[in-house]
């Protein structure tokens, strides 16, 4: 009888415990992966195949994120914007803290978004570049002082070799440039007519049929023509050099991340497995300062862009 009683008592008490309020249980955040810090840095590319950019930007993001931990850095990530008015506003927001590209559209995201060119990069290998200005050779066009009255192609309007540096070096030699919409207008006598090819192959065609007097392209894309075309093409100028490529920094980071960030970056090829990264990192050869000191490259890098656009 006793123990019937006993059971009787243990269930009751049982189920006065269960009914009893029960205290709310402490949330607990979900731990980050590898206990690595919650911050991140974001590369930035503009591209419209984000997927592309992802793949081969990922690992140095991964390698950089590695080394920030004592800012609170444990992530890296990687965003694509669809174009260059997107990229400022994410750079000037710090919702990237690193960008990458040619000249004239660093410079341009930089100056609108505060943001600053750190170091050269050197892209498919390369670190420096210029603008070559060819005609039809035989065509009666000489030197840049004969393009007056006549036509020529860039490649795009954000291009530095296509664009940007020609323009700048045409506007120091004393050519008053124009654009016109098609190739086939004709500019006053005074001017140089300028349009805009979007491919390089345009505009050596366009050069080689004579719907344009001049053409620019790279030196680069310039010595991969083929040689029985580039037979057919005189060179009339060549521009100075600039760095291939260029790193931006955010204006959200600190003086002491981007410090960081700068010596990784110079690091990377040296580092164990940077010489994959930096070949997944669009055949990357490494990053470097820029030979002329900072301060001497961003004047001129800067000068240059106020010449192209009337400042």
Known sequence: MRTVIGCIMAVGIGLLAACAPQAAPTATPEPTPDNRPAGQIILGDISDEPTDTIEAFQPLADYLAANLGDYGIGIGSVKAAPDIETMTEWLKA??????????????????????QPILRRWKDGVEEYHSVIFALAGGGIETVADLRGEMIAFDDVFSTSGYMLPRAFLTEAGMKLHEYPDPDNRPNSDEVGYVFSSDDDNT???VISGRVAAGVTDNIAFSEIPEETRAQLAILAETEDLPRHVAVVSPALSDEVVSTITTLLLGVHEAEGGAAILETFEDTARFDEFPQGRETALERMRELYAIVNGE
Do not use: K
């Not at 710090?94 to 943001?115: H, R």
């Open 94 to 115: 710090g919702e990237v803290s690193l960008y990458f590209d040619s000249l004239y559209p660093a410079l341009i995201v930089s100056e609108e978004s505060g943001g």
């Open 204 to 206: 050596i065609q366009w």
